[in-house]
């Protein structure tokens, strides 16, 4: 058992993790890709460091953390589930803490499908778990193709067995459902049907699940009930989100998205989740 | 005229510039000394920067912004006054602009003198223009050593000639005070008179003004009536405080004292600063 799971290996998260070791308790971080600062090639305006590309600045905090003992597992996480403690799965295994600290940045591979955002909740969700039971044995469309997805449609696969998987463009292998590799352009709905448009044909289904991409803040936050505001930014008061034990920082928490403030959040958030695990 | 004066040029105050600069704004820094962070041996708590000393990562700040060309002036503010625009004045020269920036960092060289912090208010002060005239034409006393007290003694001059130059064991040249360059061990109040006690010697005066080491968010609050909590902090809403056009932020307005704190809230700061001048 952890006292902390950070999400996320990027400024907040590293920064959380090398203050909660600091303070003597038990952290793990899971991270999973370079996120936003993998597309920035230069930083020029972090306080103490002159110029770096944003890459080795992620690498030189993982291997910070690393240097303090702190473990950083290079995994995917798919999921967060409450019971005693928090279980988070990876794609190959399931970690259980007292707190979690969400650092997974700002949302990523939103998709560019015309029509996706205005069926959002009339046919097109974003949590299997949250809405999978009011498709059962219907015809159950999921957009997606990494390893978010693949348990996504683990979930799926409970409430249906007529799936269709649309990979948008990417190839994905053993998987047994019907699969649409042709990038999807746009949806729309018609009698109560969601028609999914790819250049060269459409595709009819009763929903459409979206698994695009890592699981980041607001995939988390729907499914487990966390607060979001209107573009998706977890909502914290003093770090911590409406789920006691939960909290969020960094670009995932809104604010100026800019590397010294995600860096700061976790600080902070550090002093809070440490002052919460001695009221626990 | 600038866009804005930084006061410290500590992270706080460097990181704002940065930031303001790369705004397109023409920004100065000024600050003295190396504050508190010359007085930390290692910081390996900063994310980016495994190891690093207190007063190196200070140069290093400075010198980041000097590459990004922002002048930064070793100067010593001693006070702040305002008229159309911001007047900053230093021991040699005057800086106008729009805006101020105060990152001065936490209350340093607070003096330990039995009996100073219960007669505040009650025959000690920590602001000859606003309590000198309370005290004309008699007999005031004054501690402190550096250029913030000798401008402090000068407005003290204009309310009285019986004056008492207490420099708590720093050797003062070139005023024609009477003074008392022995340690400061205590003080008391008797039949309205303050009394203060040196180790071999006691003086009595009529009120104590003290103005020891650098001028600090806390002094500058006192001259200029910005609020405070009730330990000296000054009170801010969104990096402002309660005069328009005045922001702070690192340790000078609490929270955690942490370095990647206070660069944070000088990059924040920047952009409520930017926001500002563009409304003005």
Known sequence: MFD??????GPSGISA???LKRFGLDVLVIGK?????????????????????GVDLIKKGIL???NLGISVLEEEVVKIEMS???VVGT???SYNAKTIFIATGMKRNSLN?????ELEGSGVSYCAVCDGFLYRKKRIGIIGSGDYMLSELEVLRRFSNDLVVFTNGEEVFDINEFKVIDKVISINKENDLIKVNTSSKSYEVNCLFVAAGMANGTSFARHLGLLTDEVGHL????YMTNIPGIFAGGDAIGGVKQIVKAASDGCVAAYKIKDYIKGL
């Open 4 to 9: 902390c799971i950070v999400i996320g290996s």
């Open 17 to 19: 993790a090398i203050y």
């Open 33 to 53: 890709d370079y996120g936003t600062l993998s597309i920035n090639t230069k930083i020029e305006n972090y306080y103490g460091i002159e110029s770096i590309d």
């Open 64 to 66: 910070q953390a690393s």
């Open 84 to 86: 005693d403690s928090f």
């Open 91 to 93: 794609s190959i295994n």
């Open 113 to 117: 499908i015309k029509g996706l955002k």
């Open 235 to 238: 909502i914290v008061n003093d």
